[in-house]
């Protein structure tokens, strides 16, 4: 038996060959090094994410989210589910917390979800990763396992919003939370604490319907990490991951500046300190190479 | 599930909201809009109103929408680009003192003119929005191709075929570096019980739009 289990709830972003198909592959990894089984849970569906707003009744947000938990109570019993995503967990935990906040909702949750043939008992909670590791582990333990410390490796830690806010990570302050830093010290790279946009909104997914306003929150948050002295950033969220990496190059062609900002996955640093190969730590998923990860890797 | 008998006009929806609100525009919201309870309780202090990471680009900031809102300013509300502006960044809940669920007030605020026909027509975040409900709905998982391309042409070809140019980059990076998959437009993931899926948000729509009709 694994040292622990957990219901996996790896989210549309993480499928494969999607845009975050490279963070799954880095999860995967660390957590086969720290002897975690996820087993994702059957058949999961979408959470609907913030954005689905304006076509999604308030209802129906929350039976999307129900028909996952009855999924994992029916099928994973006794499992915390574990999201990569922090968009799922969000949306995940807030339908969960109104669930249990109004019987008329848990009532009418579970009349629509007896159309699939599901009930939704409460039981099951739902966790970042993150959470996973800081609570279920702690940093001592995450320490032991690394043989690669990442030496001389300068990191912009971006937490970003919804990994943050409105629930965050117990323990921690909403405008500077310090778990992303001390998982970087860990793993022995180096944390640039003053990195002032660490808890910027990089436009969500309003990164496609408002491309301009979108890429100037981006820009502040590529520039001030160059202004540390970044070697690259790194996140907990798949779609801060995707918009800072993947806007640079629009940025660099309508404003000039020379963007070139590897953005990475706390779990690719993990794999990496690790042991773990380049291709393990999916750092074959980027348009903008974080090179010095790279080498490490490769390093023997 | 039968229709009640109180409101047969259901082919304009804004016509029979007036009808039945009159000038009573806090109750409506109260009534109609997801957390609309808590406008009330809003102290106008102003924090959340500079908590917004597109806040130049908001006509009304969240706490003059309260305003207006009590106000009984029911189609400046309802009409307004503002609340499409929402990044889901929760910058304002988490400062707000008096604890007030904005975010979702400003998506509900959102999805209700929607609803009424209200909306600003070609907002793009509506745009994104429904195309993104449309897209994960229909096979429980969101298919990032066809949300990316439905986004892309939804002004047209011509308009499409130049977007797309302008993301090249972007889509071919994706490409080779494994995280955006063509197959995706021909079918891609999907949930297996999808008729379940489709069952269970039809029941939820019809319970909901059950609930509203019932009088307050
Ligand atoms: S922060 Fe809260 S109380 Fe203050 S104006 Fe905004 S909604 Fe009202
Ligand atoms: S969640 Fe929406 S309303 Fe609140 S600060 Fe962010 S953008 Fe503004």
Known sequence: MARKEYAFYPGCSSQLKASASNYLTSVNAMCKTLDVKLTPIPDWNCCGASIGYAGAG?????????????????????????????????????????????????????????EAGLRYEGKADVRHMVEVLIEDFG????????????????????????????????????????????????????????????V??????????????????????????????????????PLCQAN?????????????????????????????????????AGLDGHLIQPVKLQELAAKK | MGATSTE????????????RYRNDFLKEVEERVEEGPWVKMCMQCGVCAGSCPFGPHWEHSPQKIFMMIRAGKRDEVLRSDS???????????????????????MHGLATYAHRLGLAPK?????????????NCTRTGRVNELKL?????????????????????????????????????????????????????????REIEEQRKRAPG
């Open chain 1, 58 to 114: 308030e209802l129906q947000r929350h039976v999307l989210n129900a028909r996952n938990f009855a999924l994992a109570e029916a099928h994973l019993p006794g499992q915390d589910v574990v999201a990569t995503c922090a968009a799922c967990w969000l949306n995940a935990r807030e339908s969960k917390e109104k669930l249990h906040g109004s019987a008329q909702l848990l009532a009418d949750t579970n009349e629509a979800l007896k």
């Open chain 1, 139 to 198: 940093y001592d333990e995450l320490k032991k396992p690394v043989v690669k410390p990442l030496e001389g490796v300068k990191f912009a830690g971006y937490v970003g919003c919804q990994t943050n806010r409105p629930f965050g990570i117990a323990g921690e302050s909403f405008e500077n939370p310090l778990y992303l830093d001390k998982l970087v010290e860990t793993v022995g790279g180096e944390a640039l604490t003053k990195y002032d946009q660490k």
């Open chain 1, 200 to 237: 910027t909104c990089c436009g969500g997914a309003l990164a496609f319907s408002e491309p301009e306003k979108s890429q100037k929150q981006i820009r502040d948050i590529v520039e001030a990490a160059y202004d540390q002295g970044a070697d690259m950033i790194v996140t907990p969220c």
């Open chain 1, 244 to 280: 800072v990496e993947v806007y640079q190059s629009e940025i660099n062609q309508r404003q000039g500046t020379k963007f070139a900002m590897p953005v990475t996955y706390y779990s690719q640093l993990m794999t990496v300190a690790y042991g773990g190969t380049a291709r393990e």
């Open chain 2, 8 to 19: 047969t006009n259901m082919a304009d929806p804004n016509a029979t909201a007036l009808a």
């Open chain 2, 83 to 105: 609340m499409w502006m929402c990044t889901s960044c929760y910058n304002c809940v988490v400062r707000c003192p008096r604890q007030l669920p904005i975010t979702q007030i």
């Open chain 2, 122 to 134: 070609l907002q793009p975040t509506r745009d994104f929005s429904l195309q993104f409900w449309d």
């Open chain 2, 148 to 204: 990316t391309m439905g986004v892309y042409f939804k002004d047209g070809l011509a308009a499409g075929i130049r977007k797309g140019w302008e993301m090249r980059r972007v889509a071919l990076g994706l490409l080779k570096s494994g995280r955006l998959n063509p197959f995706e437009l021909f079918g891609g993931h999907r949930c297996k019980d999808q008729k379940g899926v489709a069952a269970m948000l039809k029941k939820a």
